[in-house]
C-alpha cells in the first residue's frame, strides 16, 4: 500500500538553526498537509498547499516557517530560525481530492531544539 | 465551549472486551467524521471514514456518527493487546476551513 514517507525521523538542532523536514506524499495525491504534535497534546494544523501555493494556513505558521514542493515527489517544511517551543512531532499528509478525503500520515520527524 | 471533546483516558480493558471510544463536538459545520489510530512515536493511522448518521462496519472496528447530538463513537469487539494505542477523532468540514481538526485523542490500554 502507498504510504507516505518522512526524512529524517529524528532532527537535533540548536536553537535559531534553519532546519527541513522532507515529505514524499502517495504518487497521486494533489493536497499536502503539515501538522504538528508536540508531546502530550494534540495534533495541530499548520498549513495546507495544494497546486504549488499555500491554501490555508493556521496562526501557528507564521514567518518563521515556509513550505515548499520543489520538485514532483517532494514536499518540505522550513523553519527558519528555531526556538526552543519548535520542538515537537511534524507529520506530512496528503489526500487525493479536497473536501473530506482522508488524509493520509507519514510516521513524522521528531524535532528535538536545544 | 471546546470544539471537540475526547476523554484522554488511559481506558484500560482486558483481552476480548468491548471498547467504546466517543467525541462530541460543536461545530455543525462538520461533516466528515474520520477515526485514527496512533501508535507510540508513529503518525495518525486512518481506521474509519464516514459522512453521514448511523453506523459503518469495517471488521472488527464500528464507527457511529449521531449528527443530531454531535456524537461519534469508534466501538472495538474482541479487542486485542495490538489494538493499545491512542485513538483521535478527527472532523472536515464541508465548505470554509479544509483543515482535519483532530480531538486530544484517548490512549487504550489492552490487557493480554
Known amino acids: 500500500e502507498p504510504e507516505v514517507t518522512q526524512t529524517p525521523s529524528h532532527q537535533v538542532t540548536q536553537m535559531g538553526q534553519e532546519v527541513i523536514l522532507r515529505c514524499v506524499p502517495i504518487?497521486?495525491?494533489?493536497?499536502f498537509y503539515w501538522y504538528r504534535q508536540i508531546l502530550g497534546q494534540k495534533v495541530e494544523f499548520l498549513v495546507s498547499?495544494?497546486?504549488?501555493?499555500?491554501?490555508?494556513k493556521s496562526e501557528i505558521f507564521d514567518d518563521q516557517f515556509s513550505v515548499e514542493r520543489p520538485d514532483g515527489s517532494n514536499f518540505t517544511l522550513k523553519i527558519r530560525s528555531t526556538k526552543l517551543e519548535d520542538s515537537a512531532m511534524y507529520f506530512c499528509?496528503?489526500?487525493?481530492?479536497?473536501?473530506?478525503?482522508?488524509?493520509?500520515f507519514g510516521n513524522g520527524t521528531r524535532l528535538t531544539v536545544t | 465551549q471546546k470544539e471537540v471533546e475526547q476523554d484522554p483516558g488511559p481506558l484500560s480493558v482486558p483481552e476480548g472486551a468491548i471498547v467504546s471510544l466517543n467525541c462530541t463536538y460543536s461545530?455543525?459545520?462538520?461533516?466528515?467524521f474520520m477515526w485514527y489510530r496512533q501508535y507510540s512515536r508513529k503518525g495518525p493511522e486512518l481506521l474509519m471514514y464516514?459522512?453521514?448518521?448511523g453506523n459503518k462496519e469495517d471488521g472488527r472496528f464500528t464507527a457511529q456518527v449521531d449528527k443530531s447530538s454531535k456524537y461519534i463513537s469508534l466501538f472495538i469487539r474482541d479487542s486485542q493487546p495490538s489494538d493499545s494505542a491512542t485513538y483521535l477523532c478527527?472532523?472536515?468540514?464541508?465548505?470554509?476551513?479544509?483543515?482535519?481538526?483532530f480531538g486530544s485523542g484517548t490512549r487504550l490500554q489492552v490487557q493480554p
Open positions: 499528509a496528503s489526500s487525493n481530492r479536497e473536501g473530506g478525503s482522508p488524509l493520509h
Open positions: 504518487s497521486n495525491h494533489l493536497y
Open positions: 498547499f495544494y497546486n504549488n501555493e499555500i491554501s490555508e
Open positions: 461545530n455543525s459545520a462538520f461533516q466528515y
Open positions: 464516514t459522512y453521514s448518521s
Open positions: 478527527a472532523f472536515f468540514m464541508d465548505t470554509g476551513r479544509r483543515a482535519l481538526t
